[in-house]
């Protein structure tokens, strides 16, 4: 027997909506004052590489990094769904990476990856975190993808890029993401 959850009231998840709505728009606009006005303490969980951004300075760095790499990131909305505690988006992130991507050098490929972020509020009605899942692969096969492997000036960005992306394959994941407790689904 599983325990059953209940959703907020109508107005309840009207707000809710209404504030990742907002949020996916602020990022989009690049205008981080308002993307990160709509939690009271910033913290992003992105599950594909296991690294978690905290705090206002983590996130804004995040942001710049990305952007960086992607100035013309943008989104394209596929579902969004509640549940008792979150909204749940799946999306299209689309971007033409343009920028130095941590140790990756720039494709000037684009990529179109779909994603599902979980924005989970607290008892306050808070948003507390942002939790995206992706698959890195079909990024990294859609930025190489591009790349002409007759050129020689594209073979070195290719040799440059999977030595980045191999670079990245031995960090530690962060702990927060390791010690999850299973829910308790008993009656």
Avoid: C
């Amino acid at each position: 027997m599983s325990t059953r959850f209940t959703l907020p009231p109508e107005d309840v998840l009207r707000a809710r909506e209404k504030l990742v709505l907002d949020h996916f728009h602020d990022e989009v606009r690049q205008d981080w004052d308002a993307t990160l006005s709509t939690f009271p303490h910033p913290h992003y969980e992105l599950i594909a590489p296991m690294v978690v951004h905290d705090g206002n300075d983590e996130v804004r760095g995040y942001y710049h990094d990305t952007r960086r790499a992607f100035p013309d990131q943008d989104h394209e909305i596929i579902a969004l769904r509640h549940s008792h505690d979150a909204v749940i988006v799946e999306f299209w992130l689309l971007g033409t990476h343009l920028g130095p991507l941590g140790k990756i050098p720039p494709t000037g490929s684009a990529h179109r990856t779909r994603m599902t972020a979980y924005f989970v509020f607290d008892e306050q009605e808070n948003l507390a975190v942002e939790r995206i899942y992706f698959d890195q692969l079909t990024v990294l096969k859609q930025l190489l993808g591009g790349l002409d492997k007759r050129k020689p000036r594209d073979l070195l960005t290719l040799a440059r890029a999977v030595a980045g992306a191999v670079a990245t394959t031995g960090t530690e994941p962060d702990p927060r993401l390791l010690a999850t407790t299973p829910p308790n689904l008993g009656a």
